[in-house]
């Protein structure tokens, strides 16, 4: 939980009967969600009624196992609700959305990670809303390597550029970003704070569903990987993304706050980052040692040592310049 239309994409066929056997599913999963009243006009449902609707258009959605235990909870104090959906499909290993709502903020945090047999990156949308500020994360996070290796970059992301500037128009870059951090970002990422608007909300919700189009699109398109070699670092590298995000989501104050210490830990190890626990056996600290710290500790300041990123480090091009 962290905080234009030039792209086509193909839909493709289903039968009626198991496309409406789908939206029947879907709809009565998110009316097992509930919101509460605020004084915000942004509703971050639409979004994910959107992706779920795209999503059902291109392939079968089914419920994951996750979501019989994690669909709806009350905050502590009565005054916030957290709203859960998550699927699966043939090449989705999880589809999952959590949406925080209370008196004085929103929270969206939706990722879609593919199975391992495809190296498509991984869909990220996290927004934090108050009645002032939006803080704003938006990317397809690549699964490897993009700033010292082009051929990942290349292949996933140099015909996408053009989205990316398009946005980057309108999302100024928000700020300082360690260099530990950037590694798990694209050129196209849009990462912006902005005082929250109505105008704002609507570039926002259009950037979204050009992105999630997109990534679609390149699911669509993505061969199942037969090499067992391949599998293999398909999976760590969707293990390592897992374990950073499960350790250092700056979006655990909020969930502690709202659930409690026990609650939190298992929302973010056990659904928000489902897989930490499963898909490897690496620590945080054997993929990040330079974070540990004196007799078994860590360093929580780990990722403030070496280069942060006040600016956009890609270039127009997508080239990175950071270095």
Known sequence: MGFGGSFSFSLKSSSSSSFSFQQHTVQSLKRRG?????CFSVS???FVDFALDQTSLHTQLLPSPLQEKYNSINSNDGKGALSMLSFETDKIR???????ETE???VLDFTVFPKAEYDVPIFCANFFTTAKTNIVVLDLNPLHDIINQNDYKEKYFKSLIPLGLKYAEHFPWGGKLTSESIKFFSPIVIWTRFTSSSQKYEVLYSAFRDYYKVWLELIDAAVKETDEYQIFRNLEAQHRYLTWRAEKDPGQGVLKKLTGDRLAKDLLRSFLFNGV????????DDYFPH?????GTLNKNGGNVGKSFENRPWDASGKFRGQ
């Open 34 to 38: 509930f919101s509460i009243q605020s």
């Open 104 to 106: 004085t903020m929103q």
């Open 44 to 46: 971050y449902h639409k």
């Open 94 to 100: 999880l589809l999952r959305s959590l949406i925080i």
């Open 277 to 284: 626990d499963e898909l490897g056996s690496k620590t945080f």
């Open 291 to 295: 974070y540990h710290g004196e007799e």
